[in-house]
T-cell receptor
């Protein structure tokens, strides 16, 4: 069964450093998402991406964040200058359609720890 | 804004007993509702969804959910819980006009052997 994969599984970085989280969505999916889950809190939407551009972003997704689909398979989330409060589990998801009734498929997550 | 609420933090149930995980929703228009499960060190896995039609929705791993419009609820159920069902369960709803998912806080389910 096809699945979303994410690398690395755990990333430790120093405050102020740049990090890139990588995702490989399901191959025939066209819509891609990043969510994050701070320890003990809700899963929160960050951004959605379609046709090589951001289709929606939340208030969390400020200028420190960017997303890119550098080739036909990878989807990346970059945090330019990490802050302590960026420590969280980051989930990538993809879906085949954009309709509201279509389920999203999630990867296993990258645990980001900012020291 | 579309939202869901999961009133309980943890649900403890003995193996073999019925399992219920509660979710209530607040939406404008017709709701689309989802349940996801998160096993330890794993990503969110889709369990089932309600779009329209039959109020009882059947999903993966023997789970089902009942959509109740008058009570604005979408509780997840399983007739006979297994120890392997111990996990974190999330109810979710897409925002109106787009597909960003808004999640509930999650319920930790502990099935006791």
């Amino acid at each position: 069964e096809p699945e979303v994969t994410q690398t690395p599984s755990h990333q430790v970085t120093q405050m102020g450093q740049e990090v890139i989280l990588r995702c490989v969505p399901i191959s025939n999916h066209l819509y891609f998402y990043w969510y994050r889950q701070i320890l003990g809190q809700k899963v929160e939407f960050l951004v959605s991406f379609y046709n090589n551009e951001i289709s929606e972003k939340s208030e969390i997704f400020d200028d420190q964040f960017s997303v890119e689909r550098p080739d036909g398979s990878n989807f990346t989330l970059k945090i330019r200058s990490t802050k302590l409060e960026d420590s969280a589990m980051y989930f990538c998801a993809s879906s085949g359609l954009a309709s509201e009734n279509n389920e999203q498929f999630f990867g296993p997550g990258t645990r980001l720890t900012v020291l | 804004a579309q939202s869901v609420a999961q009133p309980e933090d943890q649900v403890n149930v003995a193996e073999g007993n019925p399992l219920t995980v509660k979710c209530t929703y607040s939406v404008s228009g017709n709701p689309y509702l989802f349940w996801y499960v998160q096993y330890p060190n794993r990503g969110l896995q889709f369990l089932l969804k309600y779009i329209t039609g039959d109020n009882l929705v059947k999903g993966s791993y023997g789970f089902e959910a009942e959509f109740n419009k008058s009570q604005t609820s979408f509780h997840l159920k399983k007739p006979s819980a297994l120890v392997s069902d111990s996990a974190l369960y999330f109810c979710a709803v897409p925002s109106y006009g787009n597909n960003r998912l808004a999640f509930g806080k999650g319920n930790q389910v502990v099935v006791i052997p």
